[in-house]
Protein backbone atom coordinates (compact mmCIF):
# COMPACT_ATOMS: atom_id res chain seq x y z
CA UNK A 1 0.00 0.00 0.00
CA UNK A 2 1.88 3.21 -0.94
CA UNK A 3 1.54 6.08 1.66
CA UNK A 4 0.88 9.39 0.47
CA UNK A 5 3.21 12.37 0.79
CA UNK A 6 0.56 14.84 1.29
CA UNK A 7 -3.57 13.95 1.41
CA UNK A 8 -5.72 17.13 0.69
CA UNK A 9 -8.08 17.44 4.20
CA UNK A 10 -11.55 16.94 4.31
CA UNK A 11 -12.14 21.11 4.48
CA UNK A 12 -9.98 21.62 1.65
CA UNK A 13 -11.41 19.19 -0.70
CA UNK A 14 -14.94 20.49 0.07
CA UNK A 15 -13.93 23.68 -0.13
CA UNK A 16 -12.17 23.41 -3.43
CA UNK A 17 -13.97 24.70 -6.74
CA UNK A 18 -13.51 20.84 -8.12
CA UNK A 19 -15.83 19.72 -5.31
CA UNK A 20 -18.33 23.22 -6.21
CA UNK A 21 -17.48 21.99 -9.77
CA UNK A 22 -18.97 18.14 -9.31
CA UNK A 23 -22.02 19.28 -7.00
CA UNK A 24 -23.26 21.12 -9.58
CA UNK A 25 -23.14 17.88 -12.07
CA UNK A 26 -24.28 15.52 -9.74
CA UNK A 27 -27.41 18.41 -8.99
CA UNK A 28 -28.05 19.26 -12.60
CA UNK A 29 -27.57 15.60 -14.16
CA UNK A 30 -28.79 14.12 -10.98
CA UNK A 31 -25.51 12.13 -11.33
CA UNK A 32 -23.72 10.32 -8.00
CA UNK A 33 -19.98 11.29 -8.59
CA UNK A 34 -18.18 11.18 -5.82
CA UNK A 35 -14.79 11.21 -6.24
CA UNK A 36 -12.19 12.48 -8.76
CA UNK A 37 -11.77 9.18 -10.19
CA UNK A 38 -15.51 9.38 -10.80
CA UNK A 39 -15.19 13.11 -12.17
CA UNK A 40 -12.95 11.86 -15.07
CA UNK A 41 -15.05 9.17 -16.07
CA UNK A 42 -18.47 11.17 -16.75
CA UNK A 43 -15.85 14.10 -17.78
CA UNK A 44 -14.78 12.13 -21.18
CA UNK A 45 -17.86 9.77 -21.04
CA UNK A 46 -20.28 12.57 -21.22
CA UNK A 47 -18.00 15.25 -23.15
CA UNK A 48 -20.53 17.67 -24.52
CA UNK A 49 -21.80 17.63 -20.80
CA UNK A 50 -19.12 18.36 -19.15
CA UNK A 51 -17.28 21.00 -21.66
CA UNK A 52 -20.44 22.91 -21.59
CA UNK A 53 -20.57 22.92 -17.01
CA UNK A 54 -16.76 24.17 -17.85
CA UNK A 55 -17.95 27.33 -19.88
CA UNK A 56 -20.93 27.70 -17.30
CA UNK A 57 -18.59 27.27 -13.95
CA UNK A 58 -15.34 29.26 -15.65
CA UNK A 59 -18.11 31.94 -16.70
CA UNK A 60 -16.74 32.48 -19.93
CA UNK A 61 -18.53 35.54 -21.73
CA UNK A 62 -19.39 35.35 -25.15
CA UNK A 63 -21.48 37.75 -27.51
CA UNK A 64 -23.04 34.43 -28.87
CA UNK A 65 -23.74 31.48 -27.36
CA UNK A 66 -22.36 28.09 -29.55
CA UNK A 67 -25.61 26.30 -31.05
CA UNK A 68 -24.02 22.84 -30.59
CA UNK A 69 -21.18 22.40 -28.07
CA UNK A 70 -19.46 19.30 -29.96
CA UNK A 71 -19.92 18.53 -34.23
CA UNK A 72 -18.71 15.41 -35.37
CA UNK A 73 -17.53 14.36 -31.77
CA UNK A 74 -15.88 10.94 -33.19
CA UNK A 75 -13.43 13.02 -35.44
CA UNK A 76 -9.89 13.66 -34.31
CA UNK A 77 -9.24 15.73 -36.00
CA UNK A 78 -11.80 16.99 -37.29
CA UNK A 79 -14.25 17.57 -34.41
CA UNK A 80 -15.54 20.96 -33.65
CA UNK A 81 -16.32 22.87 -30.40
CA UNK A 82 -18.88 25.00 -29.13
CA UNK A 83 -20.01 26.24 -32.85
CA UNK A 84 -21.42 29.51 -33.71
CA UNK A 85 -20.42 30.49 -31.03
CA UNK A 86 -18.69 34.47 -30.80
CA UNK A 87 -16.06 35.67 -28.63
CA UNK A 88 -12.66 37.30 -27.35
CA UNK A 89 -9.85 36.04 -25.76
CA UNK A 90 -8.96 39.60 -24.32
CA UNK A 91 -12.44 40.12 -23.01
CA UNK A 92 -12.46 37.18 -20.81
CA UNK A 93 -8.75 38.45 -19.30
CA UNK A 94 -9.94 42.03 -18.97
CA UNK A 95 -13.29 40.63 -17.14
CA UNK A 96 -12.04 42.63 -13.18
CA UNK A 97 -11.85 46.03 -12.33
CA UNK A 98 -10.53 48.35 -9.86
CA UNK A 99 -7.59 49.04 -7.69
CA UNK A 100 -6.37 45.74 -6.91
CA UNK A 101 -3.23 44.47 -8.33
CA UNK A 102 -3.67 42.64 -11.97
CA UNK A 103 0.39 42.23 -12.60
CA UNK A 104 3.63 42.32 -10.71
CA UNK A 105 6.70 42.73 -13.00
CA UNK A 106 9.97 41.80 -11.28
CA UNK A 107 13.53 41.57 -12.62
CA UNK A 108 16.90 40.20 -11.32
CA UNK A 109 18.05 43.50 -10.30
CA UNK A 110 15.34 43.88 -8.01
CA UNK A 111 13.11 46.04 -10.02
CA UNK A 112 9.41 45.92 -9.03
CA UNK A 113 6.93 46.94 -11.14
CA UNK A 114 2.76 46.52 -10.85
CA UNK A 115 0.13 47.55 -13.00
CA UNK A 116 -3.75 47.58 -11.47
CA UNK A 117 -6.45 45.88 -13.06
CA UNK A 118 -7.99 49.68 -13.98
CA UNK A 119 -4.48 50.88 -15.27
CA UNK A 120 -3.92 47.35 -17.43
CA UNK A 121 -7.25 48.06 -19.10
CA UNK A 122 -5.93 51.81 -19.43
CA UNK A 123 -2.82 50.36 -21.15
CA UNK A 124 -4.54 47.89 -23.20
CA UNK A 125 -7.21 50.34 -24.58
CA UNK A 126 -4.17 52.97 -25.70
CA UNK A 127 -2.27 50.32 -27.51
CA UNK A 128 -5.06 48.65 -29.50
CA UNK A 129 -6.25 52.10 -30.20
CA UNK A 130 -2.56 52.60 -31.91
CA UNK A 131 -2.96 49.28 -33.55
CA UNK A 132 -5.93 49.85 -35.01
CA UNK A 133 -5.17 52.98 -36.28
CA UNK A 134 -2.23 51.47 -38.30
CA UNK A 135 -4.86 49.24 -39.75
CA UNK A 136 -4.26 45.89 -37.81
CA UNK A 137 -7.26 43.82 -38.10
CA UNK A 138 -8.59 40.52 -36.95
CA UNK A 139 -5.85 37.70 -38.40
CA UNK A 140 -3.12 40.07 -38.44
CA UNK A 141 -0.23 38.94 -36.86
CA UNK A 142 1.13 40.43 -34.42
CA UNK A 143 4.81 39.65 -32.98
CA UNK A 144 6.91 39.59 -29.67
CA UNK A 145 10.14 39.95 -29.58
CA UNK A 146 10.15 40.13 -25.57
CA UNK A 147 10.96 39.08 -22.06
CA UNK A 148 8.73 38.15 -19.41
CA UNK A 149 7.64 41.66 -18.42
CA UNK A 150 4.41 43.95 -18.60
CA UNK A 151 4.82 45.36 -21.70
CA UNK A 152 4.28 41.96 -23.04
CA UNK A 153 1.07 41.42 -21.78
CA UNK A 154 -0.39 44.62 -22.30
CA UNK A 155 0.50 44.52 -26.03
CA UNK A 156 -0.77 40.89 -26.05
CA UNK A 157 -3.91 41.65 -24.80
CA UNK A 158 -4.15 44.85 -27.20
CA UNK A 159 -3.33 42.48 -30.26
CA UNK A 160 -5.86 39.94 -29.06
CA UNK A 161 -8.48 42.34 -28.05
CA UNK A 162 -8.75 43.35 -32.27
CA UNK A 163 -8.24 39.52 -33.11
CA UNK A 164 -4.70 39.68 -34.19
CA UNK A 165 -3.42 36.27 -33.80
CA UNK A 166 -0.05 37.02 -31.02
CA UNK A 167 2.96 34.57 -31.32
CA UNK A 168 6.25 35.39 -29.12
CA UNK A 169 10.16 34.66 -28.76
CA UNK A 170 12.58 35.53 -25.52
CA UNK A 171 15.59 37.92 -26.67
CA UNK A 172 17.54 35.01 -25.94
CA UNK A 173 16.75 33.60 -29.25
CA UNK A 174 19.51 34.33 -32.29
CA UNK A 175 18.56 36.27 -34.85
CA UNK A 176 17.80 32.91 -37.41
CA UNK A 177 15.67 31.51 -34.91
CA UNK A 178 13.44 34.61 -34.52
CA UNK A 179 13.50 34.93 -38.48
CA UNK A 180 13.04 30.98 -38.34
CA UNK A 181 9.87 31.47 -36.55
CA UNK A 182 8.36 35.43 -37.23
CA UNK A 183 9.70 34.35 -40.58
CA UNK A 184 7.20 32.28 -41.60
CA UNK A 185 4.14 33.90 -40.39
CA UNK A 186 4.99 37.59 -41.53
CA UNK A 187 3.92 40.12 -38.54
CA UNK A 188 2.37 42.93 -38.91
CA UNK A 189 3.46 45.12 -36.03
CA UNK A 190 6.64 43.92 -33.55
CA UNK A 191 7.06 44.81 -29.94
CA UNK A 192 10.66 44.33 -29.45
CA UNK A 193 13.06 45.11 -26.03
CA UNK A 194 16.19 46.93 -25.89
CA UNK A 195 18.18 44.41 -23.87
CA UNK A 196 17.59 42.12 -20.63
CA UNK A 197 19.38 41.20 -17.51
CA UNK A 198 20.41 37.97 -16.87
CA UNK A 199 23.18 36.10 -14.29
CA UNK A 200 24.13 39.62 -13.75
CA UNK A 201 24.84 40.87 -16.81
CA UNK A 202 23.36 43.00 -19.42
CA UNK A 203 22.69 41.93 -22.65
CA UNK A 204 22.04 44.19 -25.58
CA UNK A 205 19.46 43.20 -27.94
CA UNK A 206 19.35 46.29 -30.41
CA UNK A 207 21.21 45.41 -33.14
CA UNK A 208 19.30 41.71 -33.73
CA UNK A 209 16.11 44.06 -33.29
CA UNK A 210 17.66 45.83 -36.13
CA UNK A 211 18.39 42.95 -38.32
CA UNK A 212 14.93 41.20 -37.69
CA UNK A 213 12.99 44.41 -38.60
CA UNK A 214 14.94 44.67 -42.30
CA UNK A 215 14.70 40.74 -42.92
CA UNK A 216 10.85 40.57 -42.60
CA UNK A 217 9.02 42.86 -45.38
CA UNK A 218 5.64 42.42 -43.53
CA UNK A 219 6.75 44.35 -40.61
CA UNK A 220 5.01 47.79 -40.45
CA UNK A 221 5.55 48.80 -37.48
CA UNK A 222 8.48 48.40 -34.26
CA UNK A 223 7.76 48.90 -31.20
CA UNK A 224 10.82 49.37 -28.77
CA UNK A 225 10.57 49.13 -25.08
CA UNK A 226 13.51 51.00 -23.36
CA UNK A 227 13.94 48.05 -20.37
CA UNK A 228 18.08 48.45 -19.84
CA UNK A 229 18.72 52.16 -21.54
CA UNK A 230 19.88 50.97 -24.77
CA UNK A 231 17.26 52.00 -26.67
CA UNK A 232 19.32 55.45 -28.28
CA UNK A 233 22.23 53.62 -28.45
CA UNK A 234 21.55 52.24 -32.37
CA UNK A 235 21.23 54.75 -34.86
CA UNK A 236 20.07 52.41 -37.30
CA UNK A 237 17.20 52.06 -35.25
CA UNK A 238 16.13 55.78 -34.38
CA UNK A 239 16.40 56.33 -38.34
CA UNK A 240 13.90 53.70 -39.14
CA UNK A 241 10.50 55.23 -39.46
CA UNK A 242 8.75 52.21 -38.28
CA UNK A 243 10.33 52.12 -34.85
CA UNK A 244 8.39 53.58 -32.38
CA UNK A 245 8.82 53.76 -28.34
CA UNK A 246 6.46 51.90 -26.20
CA UNK A 247 5.63 55.39 -24.37
CA UNK A 248 4.96 57.03 -27.65
CA UNK A 249 2.74 54.13 -29.12
CA UNK A 250 -0.09 54.68 -25.81
CA UNK A 251 -2.70 56.63 -27.71
CA UNK A 252 -2.91 59.55 -25.24
CA UNK A 253 -6.36 59.88 -26.83
CA UNK A 254 -7.35 56.15 -27.40
CA UNK A 255 -11.04 55.01 -28.87
CA UNK A 256 -12.96 53.48 -26.92
CA UNK A 257 -11.88 49.53 -25.78
CA UNK A 258 -14.01 47.23 -28.14
CA UNK A 259 -13.71 43.54 -28.19
CA UNK A 260 -14.02 41.90 -31.92
CA UNK A 261 -16.05 39.08 -31.41
CA UNK A 262 -15.05 35.99 -33.79
CA UNK A 263 -15.83 32.34 -33.40
CA UNK A 264 -14.41 29.76 -31.64
CA UNK A 265 -12.28 28.49 -33.08
CA UNK A 266 -10.45 31.85 -34.31
CA UNK A 267 -6.57 31.92 -34.47
CA UNK A 268 -5.35 33.41 -31.23
CA UNK A 269 -1.68 32.44 -30.76
CA UNK A 270 0.51 30.56 -33.32
CA UNK A 271 2.99 28.84 -31.16
CA UNK A 272 6.43 26.92 -32.17
CA UNK A 273 8.02 23.37 -32.02
CA UNK A 274 11.40 23.61 -30.68
CA UNK A 275 13.06 23.61 -34.05
CA UNK A 276 16.31 21.48 -33.27
CA UNK A 277 15.53 18.56 -35.77
CA UNK A 278 14.39 21.45 -38.91
CA UNK A 279 12.57 24.77 -39.44
CA UNK A 280 10.10 24.98 -36.40
CA UNK A 281 6.42 23.68 -36.98
CA UNK A 282 4.16 26.66 -36.35
CA UNK A 283 1.17 25.25 -34.24
CA UNK A 284 -1.67 27.10 -34.24
CA UNK A 285 -4.18 27.56 -31.26
CA UNK A 286 -7.57 28.90 -31.58
CA UNK A 287 -9.04 31.22 -28.97
CA UNK A 288 -11.85 29.41 -27.39
CA UNK A 289 -10.10 25.96 -26.69
CA UNK A 290 -7.22 28.05 -25.49
CA UNK A 291 -9.60 30.06 -23.23
CA UNK A 292 -11.60 27.32 -21.96
CA UNK A 293 -9.07 24.27 -21.62
CA UNK A 294 -6.34 26.55 -19.59
CA UNK A 295 -9.06 28.64 -17.46
CA UNK A 296 -10.39 24.80 -16.70
CA UNK A 297 -7.22 23.78 -15.65
CA UNK A 298 -6.35 27.17 -13.01
CA UNK A 299 -9.82 26.36 -11.94
CA UNK A 300 -10.55 22.82 -11.15
CA UNK A 301 -6.87 21.60 -11.52
CA UNK A 302 -4.61 24.35 -9.83
CA UNK A 303 -7.65 25.53 -7.53
CA UNK A 304 -6.76 29.04 -8.73
CA UNK A 305 -9.34 31.86 -7.30
CA UNK A 306 -9.77 35.39 -7.65
CA UNK A 307 -6.91 37.03 -5.64
CA UNK A 308 -4.72 34.66 -6.10
CA UNK A 309 -1.43 35.06 -6.62
CA UNK A 310 0.25 33.08 -9.29
CA UNK A 311 3.61 32.98 -10.48
CA UNK A 312 5.28 30.58 -13.32
CA UNK A 313 8.76 30.69 -14.01
CA UNK A 314 8.89 30.57 -17.64
CA UNK A 315 9.83 32.85 -20.77
CA UNK A 316 8.09 34.39 -23.98
CA UNK A 317 9.03 31.15 -25.86
CA UNK A 318 7.67 28.82 -23.68
CA UNK A 319 3.69 27.63 -24.19
CA UNK A 320 3.59 28.17 -19.98
CA UNK A 321 3.66 32.13 -20.79
CA UNK A 322 0.44 31.75 -22.50
CA UNK A 323 -0.81 29.18 -19.64
CA UNK A 324 0.20 31.46 -17.27
CA UNK A 325 -0.95 35.04 -18.32
CA UNK A 326 -3.85 33.35 -19.15
CA UNK A 327 -4.45 33.18 -14.92
CA UNK A 328 -6.12 36.69 -15.36
CA UNK A 329 -9.06 35.17 -16.77
CA UNK A 330 -9.63 33.59 -13.20
CA UNK A 331 -9.35 36.77 -11.22
CA UNK A 332 -5.13 35.91 -9.91
CA UNK A 333 -2.16 38.71 -9.71
CA UNK A 334 0.46 37.61 -11.82
CA UNK A 335 4.10 37.94 -10.94
CA UNK A 336 6.08 37.81 -13.58
CA UNK A 337 9.83 37.93 -13.58
CA UNK A 338 12.52 38.12 -15.93
CA UNK A 339 16.35 36.65 -15.12
CA UNK A 340 18.19 34.33 -13.75
CA UNK A 341 15.78 31.15 -12.19
CA UNK A 342 19.11 30.63 -9.95
CA UNK A 343 20.04 34.25 -9.15
CA UNK A 344 21.50 34.56 -5.76
CA UNK A 345 21.76 31.05 -5.89
CA UNK A 346 17.86 30.79 -6.46
CA UNK A 347 17.35 32.98 -3.09
CA UNK A 348 15.43 35.54 -5.64
CA UNK A 349 12.47 33.31 -6.25
CA UNK A 350 12.40 32.23 -2.77
CA UNK A 351 12.23 35.03 -1.83
CA UNK A 352 9.32 36.65 -3.86
CA UNK A 353 7.12 33.94 -2.31
CA UNK A 354 7.09 35.71 1.10
CA UNK A 355 7.51 38.73 -0.41
CA UNK A 356 4.54 39.03 -3.16
CA UNK A 357 2.69 36.44 -0.85
CA UNK A 358 2.33 33.72 -3.51
CA UNK A 359 -0.11 30.93 -3.32
CA UNK A 360 0.42 28.76 -6.60
CA UNK A 361 4.46 28.87 -7.38
CA UNK A 362 5.12 27.55 -10.77
CA UNK A 363 9.06 26.48 -11.75
CA UNK A 364 10.64 23.30 -13.32
CA UNK A 365 12.08 20.33 -12.04
CA UNK A 366 15.05 21.01 -13.16
CA UNK A 367 15.16 24.39 -10.62
CA UNK A 368 14.25 21.84 -8.01
CA UNK A 369 17.07 19.48 -8.06
CA UNK A 370 19.40 22.37 -7.81
CA UNK A 371 17.92 23.99 -4.67
CA UNK A 372 17.95 20.43 -3.51
CA UNK A 373 22.11 20.10 -4.33
CA UNK A 374 22.56 23.31 -3.34
CA UNK A 375 21.79 22.48 -0.21
CA UNK A 376 18.54 25.02 0.10
CA UNK A 377 16.68 23.97 3.23
CA UNK A 378 13.91 27.06 2.29
CA UNK A 379 10.98 26.00 5.15
CA UNK A 380 14.12 26.70 8.10
CA UNK A 381 14.79 30.38 5.71
CA UNK A 382 11.45 31.69 4.50
CA UNK A 383 8.24 31.28 6.20
CA UNK A 384 6.27 30.36 3.14
CA UNK A 385 2.50 30.89 4.88
CA UNK A 386 1.35 31.71 1.46
CA UNK A 387 2.05 28.98 -0.57
CA UNK A 388 -0.39 25.88 -0.67
CA UNK A 389 0.48 24.67 -4.36
CA UNK A 390 4.02 23.84 -6.42
CA UNK A 391 3.96 23.43 -9.92
CA UNK A 392 6.40 21.76 -11.70
CA UNK A 393 7.17 20.91 -15.32
CA UNK A 394 9.52 20.92 -18.36
CA UNK A 395 11.11 17.81 -16.95
CA UNK A 396 9.98 14.70 -15.21
CA UNK A 397 9.75 15.76 -11.62
CA UNK A 398 12.47 12.63 -9.83
CA UNK A 399 11.18 10.86 -6.74
CA UNK A 400 14.13 12.58 -4.62
CA UNK A 401 12.61 15.64 -5.54
CA UNK A 402 9.28 14.97 -4.17
CA UNK A 403 10.99 13.88 -0.74
CA UNK A 404 13.21 17.09 -1.15
CA UNK A 405 10.24 19.52 -1.17
CA UNK A 406 8.01 17.88 1.69
CA UNK A 407 11.10 17.44 3.88
CA UNK A 408 12.88 20.81 3.30
CA UNK A 409 10.22 23.14 1.50
CA UNK A 410 7.08 22.62 3.14
CA UNK A 411 4.85 19.79 4.31
CA UNK A 412 1.49 21.26 3.58
CA UNK A 413 1.67 21.87 -0.14
CA UNK A 414 0.34 19.96 -3.10
CA UNK A 415 2.86 19.20 -5.38
CA UNK A 416 1.37 18.90 -8.50
CA UNK A 417 3.82 17.69 -11.79
CA UNK A 418 2.20 18.62 -14.61
CA UNK A 419 3.01 17.38 -18.03
CA UNK A 420 1.56 18.56 -21.73
CA UNK A 421 2.88 20.46 -24.26
CA UNK A 422 3.31 23.66 -26.76
CA UNK A 423 1.21 20.91 -28.90
CA UNK A 424 -1.87 21.27 -26.96
CA UNK A 425 -1.10 24.38 -24.71
CA UNK A 426 -2.15 22.88 -22.05
CA UNK A 427 -1.79 19.27 -19.82
CA UNK A 428 -2.62 16.05 -20.67
CA UNK A 429 -1.90 14.81 -17.00
CA UNK A 430 -1.35 17.09 -13.82
CA UNK A 431 -2.81 17.92 -10.02
CA UNK A 432 -5.62 17.87 -8.62
CA UNK A 433 -6.76 19.39 -4.86
CA UNK A 434 -8.91 16.19 -4.26
CA UNK A 435 -5.96 13.56 -4.25
CA UNK A 436 -3.29 12.80 -2.68
CA UNK A 437 0.44 12.98 -3.72
CA UNK A 438 2.24 9.57 -4.03
CA UNK A 439 6.06 9.76 -4.79
CA UNK A 440 7.56 10.74 -8.12
CA UNK A 441 3.74 10.34 -9.46
CA UNK A 442 1.79 13.08 -11.72
CA UNK A 443 -1.57 12.87 -10.21
CA UNK A 444 -3.62 11.92 -12.38
CA UNK A 445 -4.79 12.58 -15.95
CA UNK A 446 -6.71 15.80 -16.47
CA UNK A 447 -10.39 15.85 -16.90
CA UNK A 448 -12.04 16.29 -20.39
CA UNK A 449 -8.58 14.05 -21.24
CA UNK A 450 -9.00 10.68 -22.55
CA UNK A 451 -5.43 10.39 -21.37
CA UNK A 452 -4.02 6.46 -21.69
CA UNK A 453 -0.82 4.80 -21.82
CA UNK A 454 -0.56 2.21 -24.61
CA UNK A 455 1.68 -0.28 -25.51
CA UNK A 456 3.09 -0.93 -29.20
CA UNK A 457 0.15 -3.35 -29.99
CA UNK A 458 -2.35 -0.05 -29.66
CA UNK A 459 -3.52 -1.59 -26.39
CA UNK A 460 -4.22 0.73 -23.31
CA UNK A 461 -1.90 -0.65 -20.34
CA UNK A 462 -1.29 -0.34 -17.10
CA UNK A 463 1.95 -0.42 -14.44
CA UNK A 464 3.88 -0.68 -17.85
CA UNK A 465 6.12 1.76 -19.76
CA UNK A 466 4.03 2.61 -23.58
CA UNK A 467 2.79 5.58 -25.69
CA UNK A 468 0.84 8.79 -24.10
CA UNK A 469 -1.98 8.96 -26.45
CA UNK A 470 -5.28 10.63 -25.64
CA UNK A 471 -8.15 9.00 -27.59
CA UNK A 472 -11.11 11.29 -27.51
CA UNK A 473 -10.94 15.29 -29.16
CA UNK A 474 -10.72 18.19 -26.44
CA UNK A 475 -10.96 21.77 -27.18
CA UNK A 476 -7.71 22.86 -27.36
CA UNK A 477 -6.41 20.40 -29.93
CA UNK A 478 -4.30 23.15 -32.77
CA UNK A 479 -6.84 24.39 -35.50
CA UNK A 480 -3.59 23.16 -37.05
CA UNK A 481 0.01 24.33 -38.48
CA UNK A 482 0.97 27.38 -40.27
CA UNK A 483 0.44 26.79 -44.19
CA UNK A 484 -0.06 23.48 -44.06
CA UNK A 485 -1.64 21.83 -47.07
CA UNK A 486 -4.26 19.62 -46.39
CA UNK A 487 -2.94 19.66 -42.71
CA UNK A 488 -0.55 17.09 -43.84
CA UNK A 489 2.15 17.62 -41.73
CA UNK A 490 -0.18 18.19 -38.73
CA UNK A 491 -1.78 14.43 -39.34
CA UNK A 492 1.61 13.25 -39.85
CA UNK A 493 2.74 14.50 -36.46
CA UNK A 494 0.05 13.45 -34.36
CA UNK A 495 -2.18 10.82 -35.94
CA UNK A 496 0.18 8.66 -38.45
CA UNK A 497 0.92 5.89 -36.07
CA UNK A 498 -2.82 5.30 -34.90
CA UNK A 499 -5.50 7.11 -36.93
CA UNK A 500 -7.99 9.37 -34.86
CA UNK A 501 -6.05 8.44 -31.51
CA UNK A 502 -3.38 11.18 -30.87
CA UNK A 503 0.03 10.30 -30.18
CA UNK A 504 1.58 13.11 -28.14
CA UNK A 505 6.12 11.46 -28.01
CA UNK A 506 6.36 11.00 -25.06
CA UNK A 507 7.02 7.50 -23.14
CA UNK A 508 5.10 7.06 -19.76
CA UNK A 509 3.09 5.10 -17.29
CA UNK A 510 -0.51 4.67 -16.34
CA UNK A 511 -0.99 3.34 -12.60
CA UNK A 512 -3.86 1.17 -10.99
CA UNK A 513 -4.47 4.49 -8.89
CA UNK A 514 -4.54 6.65 -11.72
CA UNK A 515 -1.86 8.35 -11.43
CA UNK A 516 0.92 8.95 -14.25
CA UNK A 517 4.53 8.71 -14.52
CA UNK A 518 6.86 9.93 -17.68
CA UNK A 519 9.97 8.90 -18.36
CA UNK A 520 10.98 10.78 -21.78
CA UNK A 521 10.42 11.63 -25.16
CA UNK A 522 9.75 8.81 -27.09
CA UNK A 523 12.05 9.53 -29.81
CA UNK A 524 14.84 10.04 -27.29
CA UNK A 525 14.09 6.71 -25.48
CA UNK A 526 16.72 4.23 -25.40
CA UNK A 527 17.21 0.39 -26.61
CA UNK A 528 19.97 -1.29 -25.58
CA UNK A 529 19.09 -5.04 -26.52
CA UNK A 530 16.00 -4.11 -27.89
CA UNK A 531 14.63 -3.36 -24.11
CA UNK A 532 13.37 0.67 -24.09
CA UNK A 533 14.70 2.51 -21.21
CA UNK A 534 13.59 6.00 -20.42
CA UNK A 535 16.28 8.64 -20.15
CA UNK A 536 14.27 10.16 -17.04
CA UNK A 537 15.11 6.91 -15.07
CA UNK A 538 18.76 7.18 -15.67
CA UNK A 539 19.00 11.21 -14.83
CA UNK A 540 17.30 10.21 -11.56
CA UNK A 541 20.19 8.25 -10.59
CA UNK A 542 23.03 10.75 -12.07
CA UNK A 543 21.05 13.32 -10.35
CA UNK A 544 22.26 11.47 -7.06
CA UNK A 545 25.85 12.06 -7.80
CA UNK A 546 27.00 14.94 -5.81
CA UNK A 547 29.94 15.39 -7.78
CA UNK A 548 27.61 15.55 -11.77
CA UNK A 549 26.62 18.82 -11.90
CA UNK A 550 24.71 18.44 -15.44
CA UNK A 551 24.06 15.04 -17.49
CA UNK A 552 22.50 14.09 -20.83
CA UNK A 553 21.98 10.38 -21.90
CA UNK A 554 21.62 8.86 -25.58
CA UNK A 555 21.79 6.07 -27.72
CA UNK A 556 24.40 5.19 -29.92
CA UNK A 557 24.16 2.59 -32.80
CA UNK A 558 26.93 0.05 -31.99
CA UNK A 559 28.14 -3.20 -33.33
CA UNK A 560 24.02 -4.02 -34.46
CA UNK A 561 22.81 -2.46 -31.52
CA UNK A 562 22.60 -0.04 -29.29
CA UNK A 563 24.73 1.52 -26.55
CA UNK A 564 24.27 3.95 -23.55
CA UNK A 565 26.59 7.22 -23.45
CA UNK A 566 25.97 9.42 -20.84
CA UNK A 567 28.22 12.82 -21.23
CA UNK A 568 28.51 14.67 -17.96
CA UNK A 569 29.66 18.44 -17.07
CA UNK A 570 31.11 17.61 -13.42
CA UNK A 571 30.68 19.91 -10.30
CA UNK A 572 33.32 22.47 -8.99
CA UNK A 573 36.38 20.69 -7.99
CA UNK A 574 35.78 17.50 -9.38
CA UNK A 575 36.72 15.70 -12.31
CA UNK A 576 35.93 12.51 -14.40
CA UNK A 577 38.38 10.16 -12.95
CA UNK A 578 37.58 5.67 -13.16
CA UNK A 579 36.75 6.09 -9.52
CA UNK A 580 33.88 8.47 -10.56
CA UNK A 581 32.34 7.06 -13.56
CA UNK A 582 32.31 3.50 -11.07
CA UNK A 583 30.75 5.41 -9.04
CA UNK A 584 28.07 6.48 -11.46
CA UNK A 585 27.63 3.19 -12.95
CA UNK A 586 27.50 1.26 -9.70
CA UNK A 587 24.46 4.28 -8.07
CA UNK A 588 22.27 3.10 -12.11
CA UNK A 589 23.06 -0.20 -11.54
CA UNK A 590 22.24 -0.80 -7.62
CA UNK A 591 18.51 1.49 -8.12
CA UNK A 592 17.50 0.59 -11.81
CA UNK A 593 18.89 -2.57 -13.91
CA UNK A 594 22.19 -3.61 -15.80
CA UNK A 595 20.49 -2.40 -19.15
CA UNK A 596 20.08 0.85 -17.51
CA UNK A 597 23.93 0.90 -16.99
CA UNK A 598 26.02 3.32 -20.08
CA UNK A 599 29.39 1.69 -21.76
CA UNK A 600 30.68 4.85 -22.48
CA UNK A 601 30.35 7.67 -19.73
CA UNK A 602 32.23 11.19 -20.94
CA UNK A 603 32.98 14.58 -19.73
CA UNK A 604 32.38 17.51 -21.72
CA UNK A 605 32.17 21.65 -20.39
CA UNK A 606 28.31 22.31 -21.12
CA UNK A 607 25.16 20.56 -22.00
CA UNK A 608 23.30 21.85 -25.26
CA UNK A 609 19.71 22.76 -24.06
CA UNK A 610 16.39 24.52 -26.20
CA UNK A 611 16.22 28.12 -25.20
CA UNK A 612 13.23 27.30 -22.66
CA UNK A 613 15.96 24.82 -20.71
CA UNK A 614 15.23 21.24 -22.44
CA UNK A 615 17.77 19.07 -23.11
CA UNK A 616 18.61 18.20 -26.54
CA UNK A 617 18.80 14.58 -26.71
CA UNK A 618 18.20 13.93 -30.66
CA UNK A 619 20.63 16.49 -31.53
CA UNK A 620 23.43 15.15 -29.36
CA UNK A 621 22.78 11.94 -30.85
CA UNK A 622 23.02 12.77 -34.39
CA UNK A 623 26.35 14.89 -33.84
CA UNK A 624 27.52 11.95 -32.49
CA UNK A 625 26.30 9.59 -35.23
CA UNK A 626 28.00 12.53 -37.74
CA UNK A 627 24.98 13.71 -39.35
CA UNK A 628 23.83 17.25 -39.67
CA UNK A 629 22.22 19.42 -36.91
CA UNK A 630 19.84 21.50 -38.86
CA UNK A 631 18.60 24.15 -36.45
CA UNK A 632 21.12 25.05 -34.10
CA UNK A 633 19.54 28.45 -33.20
CA UNK A 634 16.87 26.88 -31.10
CA UNK A 635 19.66 26.21 -28.98
CA UNK A 636 20.58 28.47 -26.14
CA UNK A 637 23.99 27.53 -26.73
CA UNK A 638 24.65 25.63 -29.77
CA UNK A 639 28.49 25.80 -29.25
CA UNK A 640 27.97 23.03 -26.50
CA UNK A 641 26.96 20.52 -29.41
CA UNK A 642 30.58 20.72 -31.00
CA UNK A 643 31.80 18.81 -27.71
CA UNK A 644 29.93 16.40 -28.72
CA UNK A 645 32.16 16.03 -32.71
CA UNK A 646 34.11 13.69 -33.49
CA UNK A 647 34.53 11.93 -29.77
CA UNK A 648 37.69 10.00 -30.03
CA UNK A 649 36.02 7.47 -27.36
CA UNK A 650 33.20 6.69 -28.97
CA UNK A 651 34.69 5.18 -31.74
CA UNK A 652 35.91 2.39 -30.17
Known amino acids: MKTPLWKPSAELQQQSQASQFMALANQKWGLSLSDYRD ?66 SLLEDGERRSLSWGDLRAQVEALASSLRNEGVTAGDRVAAFMPN ?125 SGTTGMPKCIVHGAGGSLLQITKEHRLAVDLHPGDVFFYFTTCGWMMWNWLVT ?26 INREGINVFGTSAKFIAALEKAGHNPREDYSLDSLRTILSTGSPLSPESYDYVYQHVKSDVCLSSIAGGTDILSCFVGGSPLLPVYKGEIQCAGLGMATEIWSDRGERVYNEKGELVCTLPFPSTPIGFWQDDND ?21 EEFDNGGFAIYGRSDAILNPGGVRIGTAEIYRQVDRVEEIADSIVVGQQ ?38 HVPEKIIEVPDIPRTISGKLVEIAVRDMIHGREVKNKDALANPEALEYFRGREELSR
Open 39 to 104: LHDWSVSDPENFWQLVWDYCDITASVPAAKVLVDGDKMPGARWFDGARLNYAENLLRHEGSGTALV
Open 149 to 273: VQETVVFMLAATSIGATWSSCSPDFGFNGVLDRFGQIEPKVMIAIDGYRYNGKVCDCTERVSKIANAIDSLERVVLVDLVGLADTRADLNKDPRVVSFEAYLDPAPMPLEFTQLPFDHPLFIMYS
Open 327 to 352: GLASGATLVLYDGSPFADNGRTLLEA
Open 488 to 508: QRYRSAYFEKWPGVWAHGDYG
Open 558 to 595: WCDDVRVVLAVVTAEGASLTDELRNKIRSTIRANTTPR
